[in-house]
Structures are given as structure tokens and as C-alpha cells.
């Protein structure tokens, strides 16, 4: 059972209000402003250790950056990560998804990332899976008119089951990967999960999907 909360590592996070935003509601429809600019948002929903978009922001100074994860215990690693590697287009945030509409303006956001997400695979727990149409949902009010969802996974059953559900709530599928590695999609840049997983030889799954206008 993962730990929630590590001792100390609330008080840590106050100490780095630029990079762990408090009270990101603040800033709802106002994210250019605190990244000082008007360049693209990608969100990640579920960053964990932050290693996805520490790579990401390195490689694109062009995007701004943020990642929303619910527990400290794991964020507070993406924090020394990010104290290291001083990235002024990235932002954490310690928060659940299921706020999201709180945090973002409709339409404030041009990507949503969802890496690795948990599958919970039994039937009762299908509402939590951040592909349910309830999180697609949230994510269509966030992400502008051509906004995209970018999801990977090692988990067979967990792609399967977001296909339907993205192409069942209206999305259009693209550059479906049934193993990205051996695809010749350029650019991917390795999660933690994605870097412990295809270690271990297991094939990663990716999509993309948009809104039909
Ligand atoms: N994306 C990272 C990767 O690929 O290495 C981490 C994957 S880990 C399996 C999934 C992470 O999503 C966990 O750290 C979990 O706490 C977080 N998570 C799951 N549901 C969430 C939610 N509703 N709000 C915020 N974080 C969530």
C-alpha cells in the first residue's frame, strides 16, 4: 500500500510555491499570467514522480507545464527533481483530478497527458479510471476546441477499455500505438512507470484523441 503523505513533505512543498502552486483555483484562467507568457498549457493528469514532464519541459521550453498529483508522498520527489532542474515552463500541483474544473478556465488548455493511470480493473471501480467518461468529461471542458488527449500504459485491458471510451464519447483516434517503442513515433519521452515496465519487456500502448468538432 502506497503511503499518502510523507512526514515533512507538506511543509517542504510550502517552501516552493512557484513550482507546487497553492491554491491553484487562484488562478483559474490565469495561467499565462504566472507562467508570464502566452505559450500552450499541457496538463498531466497523475504525474506521480514528475519524471514524464521534467523531461518534457527540458525539451520543450515552448509549452508550459503542469502536473496534478493527489499524493505528497510521490510528488515530493517530482519537487527535488524539479529544484535541480529550475524549469521556469513547469508547475506541480498537489491536488485530485476530480477538481480539475476548479483549477483550469474552459478551454485554458491545449493537451491533457495521461501516463500509466491505475487501472482498477474491477467493474465497481470503473469511475476512477481517469479515462471514464466522467474525467473525459472534465477534460473537454479544460482543453480548447483542437486540444488533445495523449494516453499510454503497459496495461492491455486498461487500453482496451479507453478506446471504447474515448471513441465512445465522440473522440477521434489517432496515432494508436500497439507498441510504441517499436513505432516509429518520434519525440517520446519515458515515464517512470513506462522506463520500469518496458524493462521488464512489456510492450506500451499509445493514443491520441480529440474532440469532433
Ligand atoms: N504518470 C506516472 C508514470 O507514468 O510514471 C505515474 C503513474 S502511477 C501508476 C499513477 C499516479 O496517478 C499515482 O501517483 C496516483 O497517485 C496518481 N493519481 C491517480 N488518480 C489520481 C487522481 N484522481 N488525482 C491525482 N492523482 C491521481
Known amino acids: ?50 519524471q514524464f514532464l521534467i523531461g518534457m519541459s527540458k525539451l520543450h521550453p515552448e509549452v508550459n507545464y503542469i502536473g496534478i498529483e493527489k499524493y505528497d508522498s ?8 524539479a529544484i ?38 474491477k467493474n465497481r471501480h470503473e469511475k476512477r479510471r481517469l479515462t ?11 482543453l480548447n476546441e483542437k486540444g488533445e488527449i495523449h494516453f499510454k500504459t503497459d496495461n492491455q485491458g486498461l487500453f482496451e477499455y479507453s478506446l471504447e471510451s474515448l471513441s465512445g464519447y465522440g473522440m477521434s483516434l489517432h496515432n494508436v500505438s500497439l507498441d510504441l517503442h517499436k513505432s516509429k513515433i518520434e519525440g517520446n519521452v519515458m515515464t517512470e512507470y513506462e522506463e520500469k515496465f518496458s524493462r521488464k519487456g512489456m510492450r506500451i500502448y499509445r493514443c491520441e484523441a480529440s474532440f469532433k468538432s
Open 1 to 50: 500500500m502506497r503511503l499518502r503523505n510523507k512526514p515533512g513533505a507538506k511543509e517542504k512543498m510550502n517552501e516552493y510555491p512557484h513550482i507546487i502552486i497553492q491554491n491553484p483555483s487562484q488562478h483559474k484562467g490565469k495561467w499565462n499570467k504566472l507562467f508570464n507568457n502566452n505559450n500552450p498549457i499541457h496538463v498531466e493528469v497523475g504525474t506521480g514522480k514528475g
Open 132 to 142: 471514464y467518461k466522467g474525467f473525459l468529461k472534465l477534460y473537454e471542458e479544460i
Open 74 to 81: 510521490v510528488l515530493i520527489t517530482a519537487l527535488e527533481r
Open 84 to 121: 535541480e532542474t529550475n524549469q521556469d515552463n513547469l508547475k506541480f500541483l498537489n491536488e485530485d483530478v476530480s477538481e480539475i474544473l476548479d483549477f483550469f478556465e474552459e478551454g485554458e488548455i491545449d493537451r491533457v497527458f495521461i501516463n500509466f493511470t491505475d487501472p482498477w480493473p
